[in-house]
């Protein structure tokens, strides 16, 4: 532009400027044109195009902020992770110190005892003293919200990659059944003066003939089904059926309803003990003599029959009950301070053999002294109609072999503390064979025992139980051939041995005069003595 603008320039000269000016001009308007002088019709197509652009951008650095805030987040995650590894190592490591330093201590007296006059600290103390000291606490950071939500995240994802952590066991019924049981292996004929003194009640193996005898081998399944419902199953895989041995039999098959969350009141039904008479209520496995006393256990085969019984006790007196047992003392059980039932009456695994049903009921208290002596007193007594089933062909019956059969017993236990006394006495009716007749006839029966006993505990675990008792009975007993007639006055002297809770060793002496009549021994009188040995096996 320059050149087409001057002043006073030649002819020549101008034209030549007026040349170049207006090519300039020519190829500027063709090629040269600004931006501000394109068309108007290309603007919209550029500005699109421009906005698209600057959308595609700030995506780009959105998803670029994202990826740097996930980073950081994964860092805080494997931050969190790793300091829960190293808690729980410390936890561990604390714990396993903390063990490790008990279990290479003695034991320790409870807190406040004194040894040779000097105060010893509980074990808790001891322990928290021996354990590694822990470091200075530390006032945590503050976190800013999203972290609580990242560290359960974390902890979420840790359970996760963890599956071998096992989840709480279950509640069933099944989960909670237990076991226990004995066996009582007897030799009965060390000594034997007479063979012909024998106890069909007492012990089969009595007499000639005979040797090693498996007398029980009971093993005892039970439980809670819930809270209001329990059950106890025991068989017995040494009874006898004639001359064969070591049968299985049950014993015990029942189930105890609960009425309050107490366990005052409950019904059990099923196979069980008739509460009658502390001899037979009390367990096999806690009594101290060979076998249950005539007078008492003639009123029940094998002490048991199928029945319903109503039980009540609150749970003071079962606490008692359960104390007379897990302390040693030889408690009976928990029978309730009352009971009340009905029941076949013909004994254990036998059918009914009549329409009438025996009714029991019976009331004991376990007093407590204050000095901690243990002195229980019961009542107890049963009525019914027996049918004597096993009879020889030459006696004669009533009508249907039907016979009232009716007992009332007192009893009065004082428990070994360490002198102990146990008595029972009961009278009542029953049917009984008559030798001059040949008759079964309705008699009245008397008769009882009393057992003197004490234990002596050592510091080795040794405990003593020396006992004696003398037993009287003049009856029947229903249950054997021909309602069969007794009498009997017989002392037995006695020692068990408890090493610890699982062997039981006894000896026993026994000498006595029995009679017992049949329509096969109408005259049959018999005097011996016995020196008979237990080994009791608990587990």
């Not at 809270?227 to 106890?232: I, N, T």
């Not at 076949?344 to 009438?356: R, V």
């Not at 060793?505 to 011996?528: C, H, M, W």
Request: hydrophobic fraction near 35%; proline fraction near 6%.
């Amino acid at each position: 532009m320059a050149l087409c603008i001057g002043s006073r320039p030649r002819l020549g000269f101008v034209l030549l400027r007026i040349v170049v000016c207006f090519a300039f001009l020519s190829l500027t308007v063709l090629f040269g044109q600004a931006p501000s002088e394109r068309p108007a019709q290309q603007i919209p197509e550029n500005e699109e195009i421009h906005r698209l652009n600057e959308k595609i951008a700030a995506q780009a650095q959105k998803i670029a902020d994202q990826a740097e805030q996930l980073a950081t987040q994964q860092t805080q995650i494997n931050a969190l992770q790793l300091g829960l590894a190293e808690q729980k190592a410390l936890v561990n490591k604390v714990l396993q110190s903390g063990r490790a330093v008990l279990v290479n201590q003695p034991s320790f007296p409870l807190d406040g005892a004194a040894v040779d006059g000097e105060p010893v600290a509980s074990p808790d103390a001891f322990a928290a003293a021996s354990l590694p000291s822990a470091p200075p606490a530390v006032a945590p950071a503050v976190q800013p919200a999203p972290q609580a939500t990242q560290a359960d995240a974390a902890l979420k994802q840790e359970e996760q990659e963890q599956p071998f952590v096992k989840k709480a066991a279950g509640t069933h019924w099944y989960d909670k059944i237990k076991e226990r049981g004995y066996m009582q292996f007897r030799e009965n004929n060390i000594v034997n003066t007479n063979r012909l003194y024998t106890c069909d009640q007492c012990d089969k193996s009595i007499g000639p003939n005979q040797g090693f005898f498996l007398r029980r081998m009971r093993l005892v399944l039970y439980g809670d089904i819930s809270d209001h419902l329990s059950f106890y199953l025991q068989p017995d895989f040494a009874s006898s059926s004639g001359s064969s041995q070591n049968y299985a039999q049950l014993r015990d098959a029942y189930f105890d309803v609960f009425f309050d969350k107490e366990k005052a009141n409950r019904v059990r039904v099923g196979l069980s003990k008739i509460p009658y008479g502390f001899d037979n209520l009390q367990s096999s496995q806690n009594r101290l003599d060979f076998d249950r006393d005539d007078a008492i256990n003639s009123a029940q085969t094998n002490e048991r029959d199928i029945g319903v019984f109503y039980y009540w006790a609150p749970p003071n007196i079962r606490a008692r009950f359960a104390e007379l047992v897990s302390s040693g003392l030889k408690g009976s059980g928990d029978y309730g301070e009352f009971g009340i039932g009905l029941y076949n009456g013909q004994g254990l695994n036998n059918p009914s053999a009549n329409s009438y049903f025996h009714y029991v009921a019976r009331y004991t208290y376990p007093f407590k002294l204050k000095n901690g002596q243990f002195i229980e007193t019961s009542i107890q007594g049963y009525t019914g109609k027996y049918t004597v089933t096993s009879l020889s062909s030459s006696t004669i019956t009533q009508p249907g072999a039907l016979y009232i059969d009716q007992r009332l017993a007192l009893s009065l236990i004082v428990y070994p503390q360490p002198f102990g006394l146990q008595t029972e006495y009961n009278w009542g009716t029953g049917p009984q064979y008559n030798p001059m007749t040949k008759y079964i006839q309705q008699h009245p029966l008397n008769g009882g025992y009393v057992l003197l006993n004490y234990r002596a505990r050592f510091s080795n675990g040794l405990t003593l139980f020396p006992y004696g008792r003398f037993t009287y009975y003049n009856g029947a007993k229903k249950f054997e051939l021909d309602a069969r007639k007794y009498l009997v006055v017989e002392g037995d002297f006695g020692l068990e041995f408890q090493v610890g809770k699982y062997i039981e060793p006894t000896i026993q002496y026994t000498y006595g005069d029995r009679e017992f009549e049949d329509a096969s021994k109408p005259s049959n009188r018999q005097l011996g003595s016995l020196l008979r040995v237990q080994l009791q096996f608990n587990y």
